[in-house]
């Protein structure tokens, strides 16, 4: 059984930074791709950053320069690193795995296995 578990979210003020981690159980992360989207009130869920199976990644523009994906294969977790935040990046944020290669690694319908959410508020 696959399981994922996210932990990190929180209330930041702007311009704060915080790191969210995703502890995966189940599979081996090495051998897909992994993933971080968000959804805000009233919104769509959205991809924010990827790392590939084959280490290729990519970010939602507006997060580029400010947000960094990483992924630790011993403790099989992966980690957005979010820095300068804006109250635009308040969302609930969703770990998922699952898939390969770069067709799509920042699409939803691609991603099997998810994580619970983590709510992020960017407020003075």
């Known amino acids: 059984q696959v399981q994922l578990v996210e932990s990190g979210g929180g209330l930041v003020q702007p311009g704060g930074s915080l790191r969210l981690a995703c502890a995966v159980s189940?599979?081996?992360?090495?051998?897909?791709?992994i993933g971080w989207f968000r959804q805000a009130p009233g919104k769509e869920r959205e991809g924010v950053s990827c790392i590939t199976n084959d280490g290729n990644t990519r970010f939602k523009e507006s997060v580029k320069g400010r947000f960094t994906i990483s992924r630790d294969n011993v403790k099989n977790t992966f980690y957005l690193q979010m820095n300068d935040l804006t109250p635009e990046d308040t969302a609930v944020y969703y770990c998922?795995?699952?898939?390969?290669?770069?067709?799509?690694?920042?699409?939803?319908?691609?991603?099997?296995?998810w994580g619970q959410g983590t709510q992020v508020t960017v407020s003075p």
């Open positions: 189940g599979l081996n992360l090495n051998d897909y791709n």
């Open positions: 998922a795995t699952g898939g390969s290669g770069l067709y799509g690694a920042l699409v939803r319908r691609f991603y099997p296995y």
